[in-house]
């Protein structure tokens, strides 16, 4: 397009009219060709004069940037885009016809008007009859190189603590094994000891440091499997005999806690696809962080509903309730406001409830207790998504 123009200049004496209208048409074609070409390519354009003043830019530096050109054209894009540290990218010798070339890359995290990476690249740009070259920049947008890379990152380390947290647990593991078995055979020695008031006094010390070792061993089950979760092995179930199979575990807990338990099943319930095992462990840590919750007694209420797709199980108490800033960290790993608790439970419920395909609902407020309702897909809805997928 170049040479094609300079021949139209160097003609421009000699071409009547309609020669020269034919030659303009022609060049307003290559024009809105080349400019058809920069407004569709997904790297961001730029050109600045050596004082930083926008001369053009594609409308993928309009949506990388954040800024509309036609309102900018011509201003200074240090005064425009401030925060984008350009000083270094304009810093371009006077000369680039001197065997030297530069070419300045850098990568800026944006937050408007979305988060993005973007790899910024700025060259000299020669321009017939400018006193110095300008500044072509180019935009390009690595928000998911760069998420992706960080993924990675994150799996491999991921992996590698896993792998050594579980070496861990089984060492620490063993002992404990040993432990609980060895205050097993003291406590059936301790029912020898003729004088009563020793025995008890002795009998209360062996009692806590069991319930310390079986703590601790549930601290490490959860662990275990906080980082190695297994794959549930459907089949058709009622949850609501899963439920009650749960609640015969935790019957003594309920006496001692001074808890009143209702339980609100419909005449039918669908049948679910579940794992029974996993979702026993689903209600076991959701009863047991209600219990938690109310240690000086309460309610504790728990109500089946159905609809369309979903067979929903809701689990009311009448604790304290979790503040707002709370409510958003619940599910995180190692987040607990107890003071035994280890922070995994809540995050292996969530994990099993997505493995089933399912969904987990928290709601609460502070000083009147708290709801989490789970949904599991009912077994007829799951099998015709699958048909469906497969089709």
């Known amino acids: ?161 896993k792998l050594l947290a579980a070496g861990v647990a089984h060492e620490i593991g063993n002992p404990l094994n040993a432990l609980n078995i060895h205050l097993q055979l003291l406590m059936r020695e301790l029912a020898e000891v003729q004088d009563t008031e020793l025995r008890q006094s002795l009998e209360e010390l062996a009692g806590v440091a069991r319930s310390e070792v079986e703590r601790l061993d549930t601290t490490i089950t959860q662990f275990l499997s906080a980082i190695r979760p297994s794959k549930p092995m459907l089949e058709a179930a009622c949850p609501a005999d899963v439920l009650q199979e749960t609640l015969r575990l935790l019957k003594s807990e309920f006496e001692n806690r001074r808890i009143t338990v209702s339980v609100d099943v419909p005449a039918e319930i669908p049948s679910v696809h579940l794992d029974r095992a996993l979702i026993k462990q689903v209600f076991f840590n959701l009863i047991k962080n209600s219990l938690e919750a109310m240690p000086d007694g309460g309610a504790l209420k728990m109500e089946f509903t159905v609809d369309d797709a979903y067979v929903n199980i809701a689990f009311y108490d009448s604790g304290g309730g979790i503040s707002e800033q709370n409510m958003r960290h619940v599910f995180e790993p190692y987040h607990t406001t107890k003071q035994r608790g280890s922070g995994l439970g809540l995050m292996i419920v969530q994990r099993i409830i997505d493995d089933h395909g399912g969904e987990i609902e928290l709601s609460s407020k502070v000083e009147e207790g708290t709801c989490f309702k789970i949904r599991l897909p009912r077994s007829e809805r799951r099998i015709r998504m699958l048909k469906h997928g497969g089709e």
Not at 72 to 80: F, H, P, T, Y
Not at 133 to 145: F, G, N, S, Y
């Open 1 to 161: 397009m170049a040479g094609f123009f300079e021949r139209v200049v160097s003609r421009l004496d000699k071409l009547d009219r309609e020669s020269l209208q034919n030659y303009m048409s022609r060049l307003d074609q290559e024009r809105g060709f080349l400019e058809t070409i920069f407004q569709s390519i997904r790297e961001g354009v730029m050109v600045v004069d050596s004082h930083g003043l926008l001369l053009y830019a594609n409308r993928a530096a309009e949506t990388l940037a954040g800024f509309q050109y036609d309102k900018i054209k011509g201003r200074s894009i240090l005064r425009v885009l401030k925060d984008w540290g350009w000083e270094h990218l304009l810093e371009m010798p006077e000369s680039v016809s001197e065997g030297w070339s530069r070419m300045v890359t850098r990568e800026i995290e944006i937050n408007y008007p979305e988060y993005r990476v973007v790899a910024v690249t700025g060259r000299p740009l020669e321009v017939q009859g400018a006193e110095a070259p300008a500044i072509l920049i180019i935009l390009r947008d690595i928000t998911k190189e760069r998420k992706e890379e960080a993924t990675a990152r994150e799996s491999e380390r991921s992996d590698a603590v």
